[in-house]
């Protein structure tokens, strides 16, 4: 999915830099703001997933509480 985003951001950018070289700016500028859009997205939405996987951190659990759970190996919830 990264690659994908990325492939069409860059790829719109070009496009829209190459209207504007070419006389055609409306077409242009709205091909930049698309490939500006797609930036923001992929910025946001690795952001998010990147403090995901901090959230749901594996640690021993090493006590043996009202759940009798003694084997000290990771506690995934």
Avoid: E, Q
């Amino acid at each position: 999915m990264f690659f994908l985003l990325l492939t069409a951001m860059i790829i719109t950018l070009v496009v829209g830099t190459t209207l504007i070289i070419n006389g055609n700016t409306l077409f242009g500028i709205l091909s930049i703001g698309i490939g500006a859009l797609l930036l923001f997205i992929i910025l946001i939405y690795y952001g998010k997933k990147k403090n995901r996987k901090k959230k749901f951190d594996c640690t021993p659990d090493c006590d043996c509480g009202p759940d009798l759970d003694c084997d000290c190996g990771p506690d995934c919830n």
